[in-house]
């Protein structure tokens, strides 16, 4: 049974490196675990908030901008307006879609005991996908931001 919560990173896709980490995560202490990797699972990481929201406001300056091409007096207004929205919602679907990363799954069996932990993670492209039997290091930060590193890493 895992006795821990998950543990995830706090955006993927600023900490695509196994050497990156977050500002907050700076002059933080962090628990170390030496353990081994007993479930492993792909899955994907949805985009942030902040991607949607730039993919919304892109969109919507964007389609405004070229409504307001169209048109004249109130016919202007109405087809920028229009396009303003319908660029926000296309805009805000490209956003979540750019954003949306795979990430991994780990239950990590600590070193002479029961205890599990689970952690999710991006997919590091130093690593790849880790499986199942890998020992490592579990690095369980302050503030939400843990990773697992093979052993070497």
Known sequence: MVTAA??????????????????????????????????????DVEASSTDKSLGTGIGAALGAGSGALLGRGKGQIVSSVGFGVAGALLGRGVGAAAGKTKGQELVIKADGGAQQYSVIQPIYSQIGAIPVGTHGTLHLGVGGTSKFLPDGF
């Open 6 to 43: 998950f543990f995830g990173l706090t955006s993927c896709s600023e900490l695509s490196s196994v050497n990156s980490i977050s500002a907050s995560s700076m002059g933080t202490a962090a628990q170390v675990i030496n353990g081994t990797v007993v479930s492993s699972r792909v899955v």
